[in-house]
């Protein structure tokens, strides 16, 4: 029975906070907290237990530390964006509270994301005797979880590993992102890179492209390569995989509207002089595109998410997959936001289920990887995530 702070009320922070009000036997108080507490108060209207909500920036530390020392929770789960990271892990440290998050940290003014700023956190939390667990959404997360469950049961090395991203759902509107656009966008146009042989290979944003049939009649789609957090941690915590790449499925229309926003400047994030007040272009093609959360209702189709594994076990060469497929609609019907969402915020609350059950502990700061995934993987099957594995 723990009370847990959540921040960040936008299409992940409402799965998470149906998802821990659906396990009132773990979660017995929730709060929500956000920049505009509107956003928080309506998604806890939609919730049949008390959800008590709270305005926060959670870049003002000091703030942050005022909340967490009046509410008093176990736990701090940060669904807010990745530039808060690094705030709320020193309020987490000034409190002695333990830390979750969704997405490594990225300065606002540098699209580059690393683990290296979080990591550095690591004696800090060893010594305050608290936890921070790093990257438990979807990819990251699950997908991390799939490789350690796959190491663990199914090879005794594993040598190449492709993380493989499906989207295969759509919204009806010409150019719209599935989460923050933002971060989205960013992540997008940045150059691709992979790992092979010990060293990172760069490759010119999205132009490495291959077809994978997708199972369960989804069919064979375009995947793109691009470079994503996960890569870094498990060839860090894995150091026998000889190859890591991350791939993403786009459609035309995405990639198209794309390449016409790039090319006209759109997707800039420095600032620029506009009618005598600086604007950066994102911010501001961020504000004109649909809000994520409203894509909710429209989106149909599924997500298919998994990891194909080479490697050997006995002596024998192997290669395996393993997936989840979430449906958009099911998804909508049950917390009222699409797969994206779901899929980043049951992983979310499952983190924190198996940090406050004692099942996955540490003091310091951790990726997914480092802890048994049998737990993991069967809460996955009970909250809505259920997966599939297979020998190709
Ligand atoms: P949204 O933009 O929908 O929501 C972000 C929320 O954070 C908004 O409610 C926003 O408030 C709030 N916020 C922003 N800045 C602050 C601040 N300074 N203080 C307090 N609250 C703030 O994003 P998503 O819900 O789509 O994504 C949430 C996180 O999940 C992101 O970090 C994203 O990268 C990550 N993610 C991870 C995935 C994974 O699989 N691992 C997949 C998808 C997303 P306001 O409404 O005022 O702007």
New binding site residues.
Partial sequence: MAKVLI????????VVAHKCAQVPEVFSEIVL????ES?CKKIAEQISRPIKTAQ?????VAATVRLIRAEQPQLVL???????DL?IMDACLETGVDYL???NYEPPDEAKFSYSWQWEYHERFRERGIMALL????????TNVFTAHARKHHFDSIEELDIIDCNAGDHGQPFAT???P??NIREVTAKGRFYEAGAWKETDPLSVVEEFDFPEGIGPKKIYLMYHEELESLVHHMPEIKKARFWMTFSDNYLKHLEVLQNVGMTRIDPVLFEGKEIVPLQFLKALLP???SLGPLTKGRTCIGCVVNGSKDGKPKRYYVYNICDHEEAYREVKSQA??Y??GV?AMIGAKMMLEGKWRGEGVFNMEQFDPDPFMQALNQHGLPWNETFL
Wanted: aromatic share 6%.
């Fill in positions: 921040i960040g009320a936008g299409g992940v922070g409402q907290a956000s920049r505009t956003k926060i920036d959670a870049m003002d940060n669904v807010a964006l990745p530039y808060q705030a998050d969704t997405a990257g438990s959404g979807f990819d990251p997360g699950v599935n989460f923050n933002e971060i809000d994520p959360a994206i969402s899929t980043t992983p």
